[in-house]
């Protein structure tokens, strides 16, 4: 199975911040690759598939990037409401996998 | 866009079955693939498995492999999670999704 590495895990960041979340996959996976945000209590929502389409609801302020084996999910000026874990998910082949997930905390 | 409205919570006792199901609305059923994931409490995401129904081809995760059945009904426009042989640490939400829609999800809460 492709593993997926997402890092951090965790981070403390204030409002306004320029944020940059990283996925590493253990081989290639021809930028199938989706970012999910997931508020608490709440299903997860994606924001980016195919490594790089916005999906509809997603505000400009996000960006994600990527390819091959590298991925980056940017948030440009964190907002309140961005409190939230962020996932990405490899849909490359099977079985799928996730990253470890990134905990945003708002100082 | 395909909205996805999944059953409700149900609780279990272990050794016995669940089967969780999944409907979809405001698109072509068959042009979906359809995945399950699961989410223990304060834990991450687990791919369960996944189904194309227009080619008839499932997908389980290896641990997953013996215990869970994926189907889908064209005619409702539904998939369904059926997992056997529960123990606690099933205990989880379990969700519907494609590539850009998830659906509520369903808490399976595994208890004697």
């Known amino acids: 199975a492709i593993q997926m590495t997402q890092s951090p895990s965790s981070l403390s960041t204030s409002v306004g911040d320029r944020v940059t979340i990283t996925c590493r996959a253990s081989q290639d996976i021809r930028g199938e690759l989706s970012w999910l945000q997931q508020k608490t209590g709440v299903a997860p929502k994606v924001l980016f598939f195919?490594?790089?389409n916005r999906h509809g609801w997603v505000p400009p302020r996000f960006s994600a990037s990527g390819s091959d084996t590298e991925f980056t999910l940017t948030i440009s000026s964190l907002q309140p409401e961005d409190l939230a874990t962020y996932y990405c998910l490899q849909d490359y082949n099977y079985p799928y996998t996730f990253g470890q997930g990134t905990k945003l905390e708002i100082k | 866009q395909v909205q996805l409205v999944q059953s409700g919570p149900v609780v279990k006792k272990p050794g016995s079955s669940v089967t969780v199901s999944c409907e979809a609305s405001?698109?072509?059923?068959?042009?979906?693939?359809f995945n399950w994931v699961r989410q223990a409490p304060g834990q991450g995401l687990e791919w369960v498995g996944g189904i194309i129904p227009l080619g008839g081809i499932i997908r389980y995760a290896q641990k997953f492999q013996d215990r869970a059945t994926i189907t889908a009904d064209k005619f409702k426009s539904t998939v369904y999670l059926e997992l056997r042989s529960l123990r606690s640490d099933d205990t989880a939400t379990y969700y519907c999704?494609?590539?850009?829609?998830w659906g509520q999800g369903s808490q399976v809460t595994i208890s004697s």
């Open positions: 999704a494609t590539s850009l829609e």
């Open positions: 405001g698109g072509t059923f068959t042009s979906y693939s």
């Open positions: 195919s490594a790089t």
